[in-house]
Every structure is written in structure tokens, then in C-alpha cells.
């Protein structure tokens, strides 16, 4: 998919941190493939994004975002447009703009 209409080419990022509910295991893997497959369709906009895991690999309930985006609005919007926002998987989102210094071993500033 190519970039979203709310897109512009001067987007500065936004890290967007997602806190899952307690014991909502159940509700993140029932919607795990409609999450990915959103992923996939926006893309264009991922810096980086994945689940946080513990020191063991298991899973901490809650993700990481890093998105190509220009305002918080848009932000929210993105995230409120994932599979998990909508099955009610979030216990809290946290959206905070990021000065993209290096992504990929590449100097931005």
C-alpha cells in the first residue's frame, strides 16, 4: 500500500508504546494474523515496530511502533486503525515524537 492520505513526505516520527491488558493473551494471538496483515499494508510508514519481550523471550504483553507520521493525530489514528486497538487489546497507548538521529545505520540529523 502506498502511503496513507494523512502522510506527507516531512513526517517526523512517533514512537507509539502499547501496554496490553491483564491476562489478554488470548484476545493478541485471536487477532495476531488481522495485526499482521495490517502491518503489512502500512509498512511504508514502520520504522521499526515488534512485541517486548522479557529477557527470556516471552512475551511482556505490549508492543513498540516506530512511525513515519507527522502529527500525534495521525499517530492515534494509525494506532487506533490496528486490529489489536479495535479487539480491545490496550490497556494503555503511549504516542511520543522521536528525533530520528540514525535508522539503518544512516545519519538523519
Given at each position: 500500500m502506498c502511503r496513507p492520505a494523512w502522510?506527507?513526505?516531512?513526517?517526523?516520527?512517533?514512537?507509539?508504546?502499547?501496554?496490553?491488558?491483564?491476562?489478554?493473551q488470548?484476545?493478541?494471538q485471536a487477532t495476531r494474523a488481522a495485526h499482521l496483515a495490517f502491518l503489512d499494508e502500512h509498512k511504508a510508514l514502520l520504522l521499526a515496530c515488534g512485541a517486548k519481550l522479557a529477557d527470556?523471550?516471552?512475551?511482556?504483553?505490549g508492543g513498540l511502533y516506530v512511525v513515519d507520521l507527522d502529527t500525534r493525530e495521525q499517530a492515534?489514528?494509525?494506532?487506533?486503525?490496528?486490529?489489536?486497538?479495535?479487539?480491545?487489546?490496550?490497556?494503555?497507548?503511549?504516542?511520543?515524537?522521536?528525533?530520528?538521529?540514525?535508522?539503518?545505520g544512516e545519519c538523519h540529523l
Open positions: 502522510h506527507t513526505e516531512t513526517a517526523v516520527p512517533f514512537i507509539i508504546e502499547t501496554f496490553d491488558k491483564p491476562h489478554h488470548s484476545v493478541r527470556d523471550g516471552t512475551d511482556l504483553g492515534q489514528r494509525f494506532i487506533e486503525s490496528d486490529p489489536f486497538h479495535a479487539a480491545g487489546l490496550f490497556e494503555r497507548v503511549v504516542l511520543t515524537r522521536w528525533r530520528k538521529a540514525y535508522v539503518g
